[in-house]
């Protein structure tokens, strides 16, 4: 088959080409880093999740019963696993066609163990080409089974959408060890084999680690409870990895705009909690837009997102001395918001003045910090 012709049955679907192109990125063989360019353009229709956890603790069986969800659904699912040393996959071969029985042997399931042998940077690689691959292929999910250990597997499980944590019950001391590698990049944590005992401990602890550390986005991981044997709690893990996805879209939308549209860049990004506000900051000439995002629902953020759904919400400028312009403003009758200054982003002084001064326009004057 020429490359041609294997780029097109590639692009619709065909399990043989799929096969034959991740073998070819697997493989490093010449031809691999032509086949990804033709590739690329057709990415980013999938929604990534990376399932990963400690050996045992039912990833595949999980993955399995998720995919079967999915394909009831009426959806294309591919899925990507690098553990095929687990004893329940019989190896990477027999592993595959052994799970293909399950999953059903037809163009909407695509399942494939990536070889461990050769440098786990180039297993890594490899790996995320197979999932452009699927993506381009036309899959609507790509399911990346790993097992968590090891920085390479950390790499894989951040490239997803959605990264999915798998932990079971009485392994109290397993979260202490994964905690270091593991628990910042699940966005999503289940406690499968839940018809086993310990589950509210478990539970608990996992709470209680999870409630140490603020995201920088904020988001809270939901914890689900599943029994992949039984395929118990599979709709709310795929409701969970939903919301999680809907989440970070919102939350990359505005930015992924200007950055996209214009080429501007997100330099700084903080939380200013007086005004329970994350801003992101993207220099344009000597000026900088920020946008805003509420932390909170009482944030004036919210009330104003609530009321306008978006749009310009004020104009910063800056000033050498905020006390002195807001005795200067208020001296000539204007009405201001603030009649003190507050701390704003960058820890600046910051005071607002009331749109009704100023034509409508909500101002802010900022004191920067040399
Ligand atoms: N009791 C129980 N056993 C499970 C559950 N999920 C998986 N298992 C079993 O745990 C073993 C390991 O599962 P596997 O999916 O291979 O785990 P992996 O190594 O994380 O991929 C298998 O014998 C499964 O049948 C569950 O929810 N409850
Ligand atoms: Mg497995």
Known sequence: ??????????????????????????????????????????TGNAIVIGITGAPGAGKSSLVDKLALYYKDQG??????????????????????????????????VFIRSMATRGNLGGLSRATVDAVSI?????????????????????????????????????????????????????????????DREGVIRTQKELEALLGLAHRPDMWMPPIVRTVATESKGIEDLSAAITSYFDFQKAETGALKFWSDALGLENVHTEIVEDQKVRVAMLPIGESRIELLEPTSEDSPISKFLEKRGGGIHHIAVEVDDITASLAKLKSQGMRLI?????????????????????????????????
């Open 75 to 108: 959806e294309k699912v591919g899925i990507v696993c690098i553990d095929p040393s687990s004893p329940f996959s019989g190896g990477a071969i027999l592993g595959d066609r052994i799970r293909m029985a399950t999953l059903g042997m037809d163009k909407n």
């Open 134 to 194: 699927l993506d381009a292929a036309g899959f609507d999910k790509v399911i990346v089974e790993t097992v968590g250990v090891g920085q390479d597997e950390v790499e894989i499980v951040k490239t997803a959408d959605v990264s999915v944590v798998v932990l079971v019950p009485g392994m109290g001391d397993d979260i202490q060890a994964i905690k270091a590698g593991i628990m910042e990049i699940g966005d999503v944590f289940v406690i499968n084999k839940a």
């Open 1 to 42: 088959m020429s490359d041609p012709d294997l780029l097109a049955k590639l692009f619709q679907g065909d399990p043989r080409s799929i096969a034959r192109s991740i073998t070819k990125v697997e493989s490093g063989s010449e031809g691999a880093a032509e086949l990804m360019k033709a590739v690329f353009p057709r």
């Open 338 to 370: 603030d009649e003190e200054p507050r701390i704003g982003a960058e820890g600046c002084l910051v005071a607002f003045v009331h749109p009704a001064a100023t034509n409508g326009v909500l101002l802010e004057l900022v004191q920067t910090n040399d």
